[in-house]
């Protein structure tokens, strides 16, 4: 950590970053205000990503990433993940479960 910079600098700097593009597509599947299941956004990014000799089951590599953002955005209170219909700690779930926006 810089010594110059007090943790309301680095804060402000973690603001400016651009959103991850797993996160874009996370946020894109969830803007209607739907639940989504990270599978269906882990095949949107291997779709868009796809050669002509890409595998069918190559999404299966981006469910880690997909996980992993959505667990960050859930902490930040940018997502909720869901869980047998209702809210998980996005610190301790495990198994199936689907993606939304926070409701009020």
Request: net charge positive.
């Amino acid at each position: 950590m810089d010594a110059d910079k007090t943790p309301s600098d680095i804060a402000a700097e973690e603001k400016e970053l651009p959103d991850d593009p797993v996160v874009t597509y996370i946020l894109n599947a969830v803007a209607e205000g739907g639940e989504i299941s990270p599978n269906a956004v882990a095949q949107a990014i291997a779709a868009d990503r796809a050669k002509a000799n890409t595998p069918k089951d190559a999404w299966r590599k981006y469910m880690t990433a997909v996980r992993q953002q959505a667990i960050h955005l859930a902490r930040k209170g940018r997502l909720e993940i869901v869980r047998k219909g209702e809210v998980a700690d996005p610190n301790d779930f495990k198994g199936l479960y689907k993606l939304r926006l926070p409701r009020k």
